[in-house]
Every structure is written in C-alpha cells, then in structure tokens.
C-alpha cells in the first residue's frame, strides 16, 4: 500500500492564520468534543442529563454559567418513554420541542454512526447529543487482555469523537464507576480501562459526600477546561448549584496548612535561624513532624514563600540542618562563608510580575 505524504503546517503560518475557537456549549465547562459523566449507579446522573439538555435547549444558564442554545438529542437507552415523561412533569410545565428523545439506538460500529449522522442531516442545529449510557451503545466486543481492552475503549470513543470533530457539536456520554476506590485519582474509578479517559476531551466525575446526603462533588477537567469542582445539591429532583472552586483556589486547597502559618511567622519575626525541631516547637505546631518541614518547604516554595519575599536557605551541621528564614532583604555575605546552601531561585531576588498575597492564618 502506497503512503501518502503528512499533511503539516508550518509554526509561521499557524500563528498567523484564523481559526475559529472551540465551541462550548457551556462556557468554560462543557466545549466540542467527547465528554463523559461518571457516578456510582442511582445517584441522579439521568437527572442531571435531563435538566443539562432542558437547559441547553432553550439557551438557559447551568449554574449560572451561560450555553449555548440549540437542538438537543437525547438517547435515554435505560428508559421508557414513559419514564421520561415523568421526570418532564417534575421538571416543568412545558417543554422545548427542539429537544428529543430516542430510547432504542444501534451500536457503535453496527449502525449508531449512521444513526446520529442521519440525524444531524435532518436536525441541522443540534449542538448536544447525550448518550445515556455508554455501555448501552458498545457492542460486547472488548477483549480480556488490558492491551485490547485499552484498544477497544479508545477505539469506541475515538469512533464518537470524529463524529462530534466533524459537526462541531458536543457529544456527552454517562457512565459508571467500579466499585474499588482510588484516593490519589478519583478518575480511576472509572469503569474500564484508561482508553475511555485517555480519548474524551473531558471527563466529569459525580460523587456523593455520604451515602445518605442530599450533596454531591462534581469535579471536572479536560484539554479545554481548568479542573475545577462543583458542590451540589439535590433539591426536588435538580441538582442545584453549592459553590464552584475554581483550578487556582483548588490548588490553594492542597497547600498544607503549615505553610501559611509559616508565612506569618517569619514576617513577624522578620528573620528565624534553627532545625526543623526548634521551628515546629516555636510555631506550636505539634502535628508536623521535622523530617516533613523541610519537604514541605522546598515542595511549595514557589506558590507560597517565594511570592511572599521570603527567602529560605539550609546547611546540614553535624547531625541536623539549619533552616534560615528571613522576609526577603538583603543577602548577609557572612551566609556564603558559614556554608548556607541558597535556594535555586536567589540568584535574582527581584519580582518581576505581581502575584496575589496569600491571606495570612497565623494568630498574631
């Protein structure tokens, strides 16, 4: 078989030619492309997609953020009619006609691609389908190896993802969470292999705080969006808006709260010289342990020390190391004679950008 040539584009050029932006039905939240919404079986993902394409269908913010109006397809494929006509008379008293419902569809590479393909022909302003759920439209092809596995996870979304690249519009797929839990990436939990994760644009995940709550966390990321996570509530079957954390103050979140204290301290004493141990003892701080002070301190110099002036330096001495910290000021030149290993970044102590202060926490 006969290669054809790459098709490439040069850096010059790209940088000077328009291209149209991605389209997101929700501003910042949900864009073009493949998304997928996972949660544990009954906590009120149908719901929730019934209320997202009710909204979108009529150009009504979610969560007060805006949308994108237009036609919204809706495979509700563990349903009935009649079931959907229920949760409508829950919902409101009248409803858009540009959103539809099908409760029966092919699946991927046995005819729902020519499915969904027909429709856009015939709907020409959809701009949202939803695919509820995912496992309804996969044909049981999936190998038992974790290679094919991958493969046919990727395979299934890659085939929805060029359909919804071709029409510029959002495809929104719900899923399912395994039952094992992962806390170091609750995207883990995610039913199948990391194809699914590694294909989509952008992947929601749905969690209940309790088993018995009316509140649940929505975290979101993908290649177009910034994490961020959504507290919501339950109220009379609509899962309303709690407050959304955006990906800077999550990151704020995940700072320990002994680098705040320790901001305050040295700018109250301007300058502080000692080990690990006498620190912890001087701040009060009796549940840090000395071997994680100084890990913690080099781990956030940059987002929490460096933007406040404050300069660290340390020297192993015998059988501990000296931790120096002073609010930032002129070098002492006898540091370099007494051995003070200084911090990557002293060499240029001018700030040449503004960054926010950190709202201080130590108690004056």
Not at 32 to 38: H, K, M, N
Not at 293 to 307: A, D, G, Q
Not at 337 to 348: C, D, K
């Amino acid at each position: 078989m006969q290669l054809e040539n790459l098709k490439t584009v040069d850096a010059e050029k790209l940088l000077s030619t328009p291209i149209k932006k991605t389209m997101f039905i929700v501003e910042g939240l949900i864009p073009q492309g493949v998304s997928i919404l996972c949660g544990s079986s009954k906590i009120g993902k149908s719901w929730l997609m019934l209320w997202l394409g009710f909204q979108v269908a009529q150009g009504l913010s979610v969560w007060d953020i805006p949308a994108e109006k237009g036609d919204v397809l809706y495979l509700c494929l563990e349903d009935t009619l009649t079931r959907i006509q229920s949760r409508l008379y829950h919902l409101t008293e009248t409803a858009p006609s540009n959103l539809r419902f099908a409760v029966m569809s092919s699946q991927i590479g046995c005819g729902l691609e020519t499915e969904i393909k027909n429709y856009l022909a015939e709907f020409l302003q959809t701009k949202l389908i939803i695919i509820d759920t995912l496992q309804k439209v996969r044909n049981g092809k999936s190998g038992t190896g974790k290679n094919e596995m991958y493969g046919d996870d990727y395979d299934d979304i890659s085939t929805l993802k060029r359909i919804a690249d071709e029409y510029n519009i959002a495809v929104l797929l719900v899923h399912h969470l395994r039952k094992l839990k992962d806390s170091e990436d609750p995207f883990n939990q995610i039913s199948g292999s990391t194809g699914i994760t590694g294909a989509v644009d952008t992947a929601f995940l749905l969690k209940r705080d309790t088993a018995a709550s009316d509140t649940a966390t929505l975290i979101a990321k993908g290649r177009d969006i910034e994490m961020q996570q959504l507290k919501l509530r339950f109220v009379d079957r609509v899962w309303e808006l709690i407050e959304r954390k955006d990906q800077e103050k999550l990151q704020k979140e995940e700072i320990p709260d002994f680098l705040f204290r320790l901001l305050e301290f040295t700018k109250i004493k301007s300058e502080w010289c000692g080990s690990a141990t006498e620190l912890i003892e001087e701040m009060q701080k009796a549940e840090i342990t000395p071997a994680s002070v100084t890990r913690l301190i080099s781990h956030f110099y940059y987002e929490i020390l460096e933007p406040n002036e404050i300069e660290y330096r340390t020297k192993r001495t015998g059988s501990k190391r000296i931790i120096k910290l002073k609010h930032r000021n002129n070098y002492d030149g006898c540091d370099k004679e007494n051995g003070m290993s200084v911090h990557p970044s002293f060499p240029s102590l001018t700030v040449t950008e503004e960054r926010p202060a950190i709202k201080s926490q130590y108690p004056k």
